[in-house]
């Protein structure tokens, strides 16, 4: 992880001579419509939102949830849902949990994933050429720092991906779930929780997104200390707005709906060239 790296969005000369270019894109794709529709509609009301000790049983059945592509605020009035469903002909589980073993070790890797919003990718323990591991193996267990945009709003953080079964989430030889928490890159503070299930259906697959921020109780007396510092001027500088808001989780499942069809429309091409 090199601190230092610049940060950019799109591609610059050495982007463009890695081996993988050819799927670069000037833009990414928008999101699918059912993310659209969620965008310019009104939040989902609160009684409506599973609570984050709910989401095993919300992505574990087998059948659609009630709101699977949405946003809005628990009924705590803090906690910040976000969901969104996309489509993906022709992709399988197999291939996200590739991605998300492969993606983290160069910053080009992340751009392509939408380089509208991504800035930089970094990983922990560079774990993505290390000999006799499986793809999950690669990803679970290791913390991922990335710069992106959200919402125009520019998102340092850092996201420890999680074994799935420890919070009771199912996964298969053809369903995976990709879970992790989100914390700041900067301040000791755990913003979050993100979970996505990919799973198959009829000529491909689907992903099931979900977020949720502001959880109660994850926030430290340290991390609140170091909040504070930065306020007097003390501390470092904060990219990130804290809390979150609901619009924030607007702009994050619009953004999820825009990476996730995008990326999906070559990572079979790409999986077949590099897995």
């Keep these: 992880m090199d601190l230092d790296e ?13 081996p993988y270019a050819k799927y670069m894109r ?11 529709d969620a965008y ?13 000790d709910r989401l ?20 705590d009035g803090r906690t910040v849902w976000a969901a969104a469903l996309t489509r993906m002909p022709g992709v399988t589980a197999a291939m996200w949990d590739w991605w998300f073993g492969w993606h983290s070790g160069e910053s080009a890797r992340y751009r392509l994933w939408h380089p509208d919003a991504h800035a930089y990718a970094g990983l922990l323990r560079d774990t993505t050429t290390a000999p006799g591991l499986t793809d999950r193996q690669r990803y679970i267990g290791n913390t991922s720092y990335v710069d992106e945009f959200i919402g125009g709003q520019l ?15 199912r996964t298969s030889d053809t369903t995976t779930v990709v879970y992790g928490r989100v914390a700041s890159a900067q301040l000791p503070i755990a913003l979050g929780y993100l979970a996505h299930q990919v799973r198959p259906v009829a000529g491909g697959a689907e992903m099931r997104s ?13 991390a609140l200390a170091a909040l504070a510092a930065h306020n007097r001027g003390e501390g470092p500088a904060l990219a990130q707005p804290l809390p979150f808001t609901a619009e ?11 990476e996730m069809n995008h990326l999906a429309s070559f990572l079979p091409a790409l999986y077949a060239d590099y897995h």
Excluded: W
Excluded at 57 to 74: F, I, K, M, Q, W
């Design 248 to 258: 924030f989780g607007r702009s994050l499942m619009e953004h999820c709906g825009r």
């Design 210 to 222: 979900r977020f949720y921020l502001n959880i109660p109780g994850l926030t430290s007396v340290d």
């Design 40 to 52: 310019f509609g009104d939040p989902v009301p609160s009684d409506r939102i599973p609570t984050f």
């Design 56 to 75: 095993a049983a919300d992505l574990n059945r087998a059948d659609h949830s009630p709101v699977e592509t949405g946003y809005g605020t628990l009924p």
């Design 26 to 36: 000037s833009s990414t794709l928008p999101a699918q419509q059912q993310v659209v």
């Design 155 to 169: 998102e340092q953080l850092a996201i420890s991906f999680l074994d799935p079964a420890g919070a009771g989430l």
């Design 6 to 18: 610049p940060r950019y969005l799109g591609y610059k000369p050495a982007d463009l001579a890695k």
